[in-house]
């Protein structure tokens, strides 16, 4: 087997060993969704009418979309990290043949897979109790979406791999973290969708590679962009993703120069 | 072809700096000042493919920094290395695959999962065959006696059985150079001798290179024949522990066992010094000792009590290395 393949197991089997963990998980992720669902269902109660240009039944998906996305993309191990940097552990990671991003992101896929298994079963949970109006995509936007929410994936992880890289230079960048995990969450649309915003932020928001994370897969899915519109974002997305990736390597390039293998 | 070539090899750290107190942190917060430390001063080395050689140093002295230099963790400030005819620092994955790195406090095994687990996903990141996997294991189960340990998470392990089972972790991909740091820290008796005689063994058996450094002199001299002491980053001794040991306490003790307690005057007379019933010491210099013992087994039964027993003892190596860390220095360079 692959050793990323089997990396990606290990840490299926450390999760199923945190059962606690798991259920304060769902918790949050439930108190979440079903503020998010009463806030949007009671701002659409006339069903006639949309909001900002969303149906309720486009609005209600993006909601609970927004939870599979919360699972899918918006978890990433890679700010770990900055632990690991700060105390030394990083040391075990580098004495190892293995391709340290490479090993990072089977620990997050395997991580994904827990929280998108708990989270999908939620909101179908969810959904069937309070008869959520859903709004269901053509085959080829669903595809389309599908193509984007990868790349999200892939930018999540490398945006949180050069942000963990300041714990190379800093022992305090957990509240700069901590800071910025917030400000990508709101600047991803992961709190509500950006058209709720004034038109000049969200168009500056839009420059930067954060609403591509879940505001841009949910609205091609929700079918909101033109076919053209479509295209313009994956390529931009695409262009995110390759070059989080450039500047993650070329950061934690310099800064295993900088390691200094603390503790031990 | 030598293990390890360290040439004038430097390592300096960039260390924060404040002075106490509010207004120190409050200026701190605005303009960050570093202190430049440096940790090792221009070491230069050499050790041979199947060596075991004891790295020691009082705390601070820059033995792990020296470590992890060879290991490839910590890039040099300047000089030349090269381990295992690599260069550390460019981590390629035949050098990875050819050493490992033994950190007495920290741990590369899952948690919450049965070693057996951390065991199969090394065997994996080091592309080991299904045979050779096997056979390493055995090897380690029966050499390490942890055959009980394996279905147990280490969060549920002994701090001695979790050194093994990460020695296990460590050793499974049977590395060709082994830099140990502190392998017997917080261990028991019973268990310091096991981790030494499995050393002894996995050395004799692969010929593998051990460099370790510890605080446990036993550690070296059961393991070592050679020791590099460090002091303040600079080498101040590279050689055989038997010469530094012969060097520096020129006097071998020779023990008698006396049939009855001889008198004050008897002791001084023979130049003896009693410890306790029936037992006397002297200390004379190794060219002598000769002289002296059979000079003493003359007058045994005559102006002595009967001799019953005599041993010569050299003084314990920990003994002669805690003087030279007391000195701070070494009087002569072997």
């Known amino acids: ?264 | 072809m030598p293990a390890i070539i360290a040439d004038a090899l430097r390592k300096t750290f960039k260390i924060p700096k404040r002075k106490p107190g509010l207004r120190a942190a409050i200026a701190s917060f605005f303009h960050k000042e570093t202190l430049a430390i440096e940790a090792v001063k221009g070491i230069t080395l050499s050790i041979q493919d199947s060596e075991v050689v004891g790295f020691l140093g009082p705390n601070g002295a820059g033995k792990t920094t020296t470590l992890k230099m060879l290991s490839g963790l910590l890039y040099p400030t300047s000089g030349t290395l090269r381990t295992l005819g690599y260069v550390a620092t460019d981590r390629d994955k035949d050098f990875l695959k050819s050493i490992t790195l033994v950190m007495g406090n920290r741990s590369q095994l899952w948690w919450e999962i049965p070693v057996a687990d951390s065991l199969l996903l090394n065997k994996e990141i080091y592309e080991l065959s299904d045979s050779r996997y096997q056979e390493n294991l055995d090897e380690l189960v029966t050499l390490l006696e942890i055959g009980d340990v394996l279905a147990m998470a280490p969060k549920k392990l002994s701090l001695g059985q979790r050194m093994k089972a990460e020695l296990a972790a460590a050793l499974l991909h049977r590395p060709r150079l082994l830099l140990l740091d502190e392998p017997t820290l917080g261990l028991d008796v019973v268990m310091q001798n096991k981790i030494r005689k499995f050393l002894t063994d996995y050395n004799r058996r692969h010929g593998a290179t051990i460099l370790l450094t510890s605080h446990n002199m036993q550690d070296l001299t059961e393991l070592c024949k050679r020791v590099i002491i460090i002091d303040h980053g600079s080498l101040i001794y590279d050689g055989l522990l038997k010469s530094l040991i012969e060097s520096y306490a020129p006097q071998k003790r020779i023990r008698i066992d006396f049939a009855q307690a001889p008198t004050l005057a008897q002791c001084q007379g023979a130049g003896l010094t009693a410890t306790r019933d029936g037992e006397a010491f002297v200390n004379a210099p190794r060219a002598q000792v000769p002289d002296v013992t059979s000079s003493l087994l003359g007058r045994s039964g005559k102006d002595l009590p009967a001799i019953i027993d005599i041993s010569i003892d050299e003084p314990s190596a920990e003994d002669v290395i805690r003087t030279i860390f007391a000195q701070g220095n070494l009087r002569t360079r072997p």
Not at chain 1, 92 to 103: E, G, S
Not at chain 1, 199 to 227: C, G, I, K, Q
């Open chain 1, 1 to 264: 087997m692959n050793k990323y393949a089997h990396v990606f197991l290990t840490s299926l089997k450390q999760q199923l060993e945190r059962r606690a963990s798991w259920i304060m998980e769902r918790v949050r992720s439930l108190t979440l969704i079903l503020s998010l669902y009463f806030l949007w269902n009671s701002l659409l109660s006339d069903p006639t009418k949309g909001f900002l240009g969303y149906s309720h039944s486009q609005m209600m998906t993006y909601v609970l979309g927004l939870a599979l996305l919360r699972a899918l993309v918006i978890t990433s191990r890679a700010f770990e990290l900055t632990w690991e940097i700060a105390q030394g552990r990083l040391s075990h990671l580098l004495m190892r043949p293995m391709d340290l991003f490479a090993y990072q992101l089977s620990l997050d896929l395997s991580d994904k897979a827990v929280r998108v298994a708990s989270a999908a079963l939620e909101v179908a949970v969810l959904a069937y109790i309070f008869d959520a109006p859903l709004f269901v995509a053509h085959p080829a936007s669903a595809l389309l979406a599908g193509v984007s929410v990868t790349l999200s994936v892939l930018l999540y992880f490398f945006i949180g791999l050069c942000m963990a890289s300041s714990g190379f230079w800093s022992s305090e960048s957990v509240g700069f973290l901590w800071a910025a995990g917030l400000l990508i969450e709101f600047a991803s649309g992961a709190f509500f969708p950006l058209d709720v915003l004034p038109d000049t932020l969200a168009h500056a928001l839009r420059l930067l590679p954060f609403p591509y994370l879940v505001y841009f897969p949910l609205n091609v899915y929700l079918e909101r962009f033109s076919d053209a519109e479509i295209a313009q974002g994956l390529i931009l997305q695409s262009f995110w993703v390759v070059g989080c990736w450039l500047a993650a390597r070329w950061i934690w390039r310099i800064g295993i120069k900088s390691y200094q293998a603390e503790g031990g």
